[in-house]
C-alpha cells in the first residue's frame, strides 16, 4: 500500500482500523502536500538536458576539498540538528543508522566542469528529517556545517528536494574518508559544492546567508543548469 494511500484511509470516519493512528510526522507532511511547499522542479530530465552547460563527463570520482581530510570515526560521529526547528536533534551513529533509509541514482554536477552520471547514494532522506524537526514557519534556509570547518548555504526548498540524501554509502559500500564519509550531503540538483562532506551539522535559519565558498565569490545557490558558477553569473 501507498504511503499516500495509508494516509487518506486514516482520516474520517470511515478510517482503517488496522492501520495505526495519525502522528505528527504524517499531519505534517499531508499539510506540506496541500500547501505545495518544497516543490523544486523536475528531479529527472531528458537525455538532451541532462549534462548542463559547461560541464564534461568523467567515469572517475575527483577529490576536491579544503586541504585537509578530518579523521571522523563512527564511535565519534554526532549530527546535530537546530536552529529554526520545532524539535532539534542530536544523532549519533547508531541513531541516525535507525533512521529510515533509503536508496537514490542521481548525477554528480562539479562547479569545476566535471559530471560523473548514475551514483548509487544510500542514507536518510532529507524529507525524512524535515518530518522528524519540523522547521518553523519562518525557516528559510539551512547552513551545513562540516568537520573541516567547512559551511555552505541551500534554500530550504533545495534541501528538501525528493532526491535529496544524507548520505553514508555510494555504489553499496560506505562513503570513503576521502569522499565525505562517514556521512555528506547529496543534492543532485545543485553544483556539488553545495554537497557539503564529513557532515556534522544542519543549522535551520530565518535568513539566507553565505557560506564558506559563497563568501569568496560563488553563485548563493549553484543551479548548474543555470550555470551560478560566481556571485556575477
Known amino acids: 500500500m501507498s504511503e499516500d494511500l495509508r494516509e487518506d484511509l486514516h482520516q474520517g470516519p470511515g478510517a482503517d482500523p488496522s492501520l495505526p493512528p495519525d502522528t505528527k510526522l504524517t499531519t505534517t507532511k499531508q499539510r506540506w502536500a496541500q500547501e505545495g511547499r518544497f516543490l523544486t522542479g523536475r528531479v529527472t530530465r531528458p537525455e538532451t538536458e541532462r549534462l548542463p552547460a559547461g560541464q564534461h563527463l568523467v567515469k572517475d570520482w575527483p577529490v576536491l576539498d579544503l586541504g585537509m581530510t578530518p579523521v571522523v570515526t563512527r564511535e565519534a560521529f554526532r549530527l546535530d540538528v537546530?536552529?529554526?526547528?520545532?524539535?532539534?536533534?542530536?544523532?549519533?551513529?547508531?541513531?541516525?543508522?535507525?533512521?529510515?533509509?533509503?536508496?537514490?541514482?542521481?548525477?554528480?554536477?562539479?562547479?569545476?566542469?566535471?559530471?560523473?552520471?548514475?551514483?548509487?547514494?544510500?542514507?536518510?532522506?532529507?524529507?525524512?528529517?524535515?518530518?522528524?524537526?519540523?522547521?518553523?514557519?519562518?525557516?528559510?534556509?539551512?547552513?551545513?556545517?562540516?568537520?573541516?570547518?567547512?559551511?555552505?548555504?541551500?534554500?530550504?526548498?533545495?534541501?528538501?528536494?525528493?532526491?535529496?540524501?544524507?548520505?553514508?554509502?555510494?555504489?553499496?559500500?560506505?562513503?570513503?574518508?576521502?569522499?565525505?564519509?562517514?556521512?555528506?550531503?547529496?543534492?543532485?540538483?545543485?553544483?556539488?559544492?553545495?554537497?557539503?562532506?564529513w557532515l556534522k551539522g544542519i543549522e535551520f535559519i530565518a535568513r539566507d546567508k553565505a557560506g564558506f565558498w559563497e563568501a569568496r565569490g560563488y553563485h548563493m545557490r549553484g543551479d548548474p543548469w543555470a550555470e551560478e558558477r560566481y556571485s556575477d553569473d
Open 82 to 197: 537546530t536552529g529554526a526547528v520545532e524539535t532539534a536533534l542530536s544523532l549519533d551513529w547508531d541513531a541516525f543508522h535507525a533512521l529510515p533509509q533509503t536508496r537514490n541514482v542521481s548525477d554528480i554536477h562539479c562547479v569545476t566542469t566535471w559530471s560523473r552520471y548514475d551514483n548509487a547514494f544510500e542514507g536518510v532522506s532529507t524529507r525524512e528529517l524535515l518530518e522528524r524537526v519540523r522547521p518553523a514557519p519562518h525557516a528559510a534556509a539551512v547552513m551545513l556545517h562540516s568537520y573541516d570547518g567547512y559551511t555552505t548555504n541551500l534554500l530550504l526548498e533545495d534541501f528538501a528536494a525528493e532526491d535529496a540524501v544524507i548520505a553514508h554509502s555510494w555504489e553499496g559500500s560506505p562513503l570513503t574518508r576521502e569522499h565525505g564519509g562517514p556521512v555528506r550531503l547529496v543534492v543532485p540538483h545543485l553544483y556539488f559544492w553545495k554537497s557539503a562532506k
